[in-house]
């Protein structure tokens, strides 16, 4: 089995912080990894090295053989890589739907001049996308409020409108970073299902979570964090009962 991304002795510094400190991981393709760790210890840093949000001061990080370190974020979007923040990041001012459309068009980029001398075709790519954006927008129960600003919107459905936003880019590995946080308990539920069934569709989860729970009931690898370092990685069941991992959750 392959890996999809591969980082070695990655490194953060914010001044004498190092918040990411000879950080080295791999994630298997067509799995859902996690990366769980105490507040602070490096988590959704290491997320925004991988993504192009932050430069890392050493280190190096493979995607499918490609470098990304010192790579922009567009260009590390391009290669295949989405995510979602730990606060959602969508446009309050546009509608639910056109959320969702802006990333169908972000994929298909369809070039400004070819749409503004056929117009036929235009409208009809138009209304794939619109199509499209719908198929995303019911697998995250959103179709009913496509129209609504998404301003407003509670959080539960703010979380699945970034997912569905992101999962419009067809990435190939797609970063959550606490996707379930502020969920109640019948949310994260229905979070986790709609979520599961993705490695079957070819994408892999790299997925951030602070609360261990959630995470050991769907993930197959499980790498922990605190001050910035791995202190342990392997299968949930295992991860449970690390004497280090208890540890550093308990003292929190
Ligand atoms: P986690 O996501 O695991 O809670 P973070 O990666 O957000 O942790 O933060 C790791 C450490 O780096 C924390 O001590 C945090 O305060 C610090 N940190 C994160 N981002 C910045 C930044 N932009 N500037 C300075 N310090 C930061
Ligand atoms: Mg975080």
Known sequence: MSFILEVKNLTKRFGALKAVNGLSFRVRQGTISALI???GSGKSTTFNLITGHLKPDSGTILFEGHHLEGLPAEEIARLGIARTFQTPQIFTHLTVLENVLLSVYQRKRPGLLSSLLRLPNFFK????AQEEAFVYLERFFLADEAHRPAEG???GKLRHLELARALALKPKLLLLDEAASGLDPREKI???????SLPQEGITLFWVE?????LMEVAEEVIVLDQGEKIAEGPPREIQRNPRVIQVYLGE
Not at 125 to 128: G, L, N, P, V
Not at 210 to 214: K, Q, S
């Open 153 to 155: 919107l509670p959080l």
């Open 210 to 214: 602070h609360d261990l729970n959630l």
């Open 37 to 39: 760790g105490p507040n």
């Open 190 to 196: 229905d979070l986790a299902e709609a979520l599961t």
């Open 125 to 128: 790519k138009e209304k794939e």
